[in-house]
């Protein structure tokens, strides 16, 4: 299926590791222009390696405003257009209630919704040139939260109602808005947290699934999030909006 997304323009928050990589790298393996951000100088100067000249790698921390508008006016200058904006940024911040701070709730907040929020903010009027595509990335478990899963699942939940919110505000004007809600998926922190434990990172995945009693009996690749993603920004879902689709193997108990 072509995806139509040859010479069309994506920004990615959180784009120069794991799922945001891997779907930049689809986005210009489709013929597609990409700009990532990162705040790590290694990963920025691998990510740059791997999409090649044409992508824009800034050091951008999302949390900062400034930084965040610099970041959006970089990418409208060198591409001229914007098609999809993708929220990825984020990390886990998983602990119970009794026992988390309140900075804890306001750095992850700040992190994954406001940073979110702004970035939206300020690309509205590229979006709705092209009538492109909005993706914010959340965890399967906003929907479900446990016990010690805060402010994490506290955040994702602001998260899925904002792209709700935001769906039914800007489809008048031709933009889509969608969330992917994410299981367990193979990823860097999961690959370190193999090493910590002393085991291969195939056994630490067969471990883990088995555990969290993932129905499919394995944990998700990047690819399949970028595939999923490439469609959602692609012109090939034009009647999808303001919805979450989660992408966990069937590892939540709701639809």
């Known amino acids: 299926m072509d995806l139509e997304l040859k010479d069309k323009a994506f920004l990615i928050t959180g784009g120069t590791d794991g799922l945001g990589l891997a779907l930049a790298q689809r986005l210009v393996a489709e013929g597609g222009h990409v700009a990532v951000c990162g705040r790590d100088g290694d990963r920025l100067a691998r990510a740059q390696e791997l999409l090649g000249a044409d992508a824009l790698c800034s050091q951008t921390d999302v949390t900062d405003a400034s930084q965040l508008d610099a970041f959006v006016d970089a990418t409208l200058s060198r591409f001229a257009r914007l098609d999809g904006l993708v929220n990825n940024a984020g990390q886990t911040a998983a602990s119970s209630i009794a026992t988390s701070s309140d900075e804890q709730w ?7 919704v406001i940073s979110a929020l702004h970035v939206a903010r300020a690309v509205l009027p590229a979006l709705e040139a092209t009538q492109g595509a909005i993706i914010n990335v959340l965890a399967v478990l ?114």
């Open 106 to 112: 306001r750095s992850d907040y700040e992190l994954k």
């Open 142 to 255: 906003a929907r479900t939260p446990g016990a010690s899963t805060t402010p994490t699942s506290a955040s994702r939940l602001a998260g899925l109602a904002f792209t709700k919110s935001l769906a039914s505000e800007v489809g008048p004007r031709g933009i889509r808005a969608n969330a992917i809600l994410i299981g367990i998926i193979e990823s860097g922190q999961w690959v370190r947290r193999a090493e910590v434990a002393g085991v291969s990172v195939e056994e630490f995945y067969q471990t883990t699934a088995s555990n969290a009693h993932i129905p499919l009996g394995r944990v998700g690749r990047a690819d399949e999030f970028a595939d999923l993603a490439s469609y959602l920004l692609s012109p090939r879902a034009s009647y999808v909006t303001g919805v979450g689709i989660a992408l966990d193997g069937g590892l939540s108990p709701v639809i």
